[in-house]
T-cell receptor, first 110, second 113 residues
């Protein structure tokens, strides 16, 4: 399983776009990149998953450069309710288990 | 669908006691997982199961046991509770195979004193 590196914490303001970058230098050919969001006292919630280029859903966008050694989760126009911990995971979709790192603690201010 | 449900929500155990954390999912997912999360830390995988009758160890299995007699249920057993097992326990499930899209339960907050 590829190791990931994320910033420990980030701060931003309501209405701003927030980009959280994850480094995964040892990503393998079959690995996907997945992001989760976790609010205090709740289980993590799946946000988005991608393999290459760009993926967008109603919540976020995921940008993956050609070399796939990093990825960026983009949250458009954040609000206070986006304050949470965000986890980046990388692994083969056929693997039975995944590893969560320490995540990025995102704080949004008014 | 209720998704993934866990009971109890909270529990206080004395050192040496045993208990079972219950987890049930109604999505017919083959894959199920147990994680623990210590304060301010990420999740660590305890055990997982790829289907009824099949279980395997994760990153931190010591002090725990699991069973998977049905697709729906995946109980976690703590034997001889220790203070180091004070944590929040999350159960999750995912559809077969080929996705990291896991669905998590609300968690069980366990304190061992």
């Amino acid at each position: 399983l590829a190791k990931t590196t994320q910033p420990i914490s980030m701060d931003s303001y309501e209405g701003q776009e927030v980009n959280i970058t994850c480094s995964h230098n040892n990503i393998a050919t079959n690995d996907y990149i997945t992001w989760y969001q976790q609010f205090p006292s709740q289980g993590p919630r799946f946000i988005i998953q991608g393999y290459k280029t760009k993926v967008t859903n109603e919540v976020a966008s995921l940008f993956i450069p050609a070399d796939r050694k990093s990825s960026t989760l983009s949250l458009p126009r954040v609000s206070l309710s986006d304050t949470a911990v965000y986890y980046c995971l990388v692994g083969d979709s056929s693997a039975s288990k995944i590893i969560f790192g320490s995540g990025t603690r995102l704080s949004i201010r008014p | 669908n209720a998704g993934v449900t866990q009971t109890p929500k909270f529990r206080i155990l004395k050192i040496g006691q045993s208990m079972t954390l219950q987890c049930t999912q109604d999505m017919n997912h083959n894959y199920m997982y147990w994680y623990r999360q210590d304060p301010g830390m990420g999740l660590k995988l305890i055990y997982y199961s790829v289907g009824a009758g099949i279980t395997d160890k994760g990153e931190v299995p010591n002090g725990y046991n699991v069973s998977r007699s049905t697709t729906e249920d995946f109980p976690l057993r703590l034997e001889l509770a220790a203070p180091s097992q004070t944590s929040v326990y999350f159960c999750a499930s995912s559809p077969i195979p080929g996705t990291y899209e896991q669905y998590f339960g609300p968690g069980t907050r366990l304190t061992v004193t």
